[in-house]
């Protein structure tokens, strides 16, 4: 039986957001800082702008997956939002640097499996 190729759908697929504001106004506060951003990159987030990191996620029950472990490692102090997004509400997201648009960043061509 041939198989078939799964199309990931816009709908299905999603990212999610860690933004977050951290203070670093002590040694202790800038290692709890450095050791929150290092677990969103082995989490597999992507700098999007300082302090707003983003994943992509096959479905939302797997996006829970990453929020749960990020809930897990919340700094004592400050604000973290974790927001989903579907990949097609991502894809209208208007990008600009400067006053030039730029396409939102694409979903990787592979998915990370854990």
């Known amino acids: 039986?041939?198989?078939?190729?799964?199309?990931?759908?816009?709908?299905?697929?999603?990212?999610?957001?860690?933004?977050?504001?951290?203070?670093?106004?002590?040694?202790e506060a800038r290692r709890e800082y450095t050791t929150f951003r290092k677990e969103l990159?082995?989490?597999?987030?992507?700098?999007?702008?300082?302090?707003?990191?983003?994943?992509?996620?096959?479905?939302?029950?797997?996006?829970?997956?990453?929020?749960?472990?990020?809930?897990?490692?919340?700094?004592?102090?400050?604000h973290v939002r974790l927001l989903g997004v579907t990949d097609r509400q991502f894809g209208k997201m208007d990008v600009y640097i400067g006053k030039k648009r730029e396409k939102p960043e694409a979903p990787p061509r592979q998915i990370q499996l854990f």
């Open 41 to 78: 990159l082995r989490q597999g987030f992507s700098m999007l702008q300082y302090s707003i990191y983003a994943r992509f996620c096959r479905s939302e029950e797997s996006s829970e997956i990453f929020r749960k472990r990020l809930r897990a490692v919340l700094p004592p102090e400050g």
């Open 1 to 27: 039986m041939p198989s078939k190729t799964t199309e990931l759908s816009g709908y299905r697929t999603m990212w999610v957001f860690a933004m977050f504001d951290l203070p670093v106004d002590s040694k």
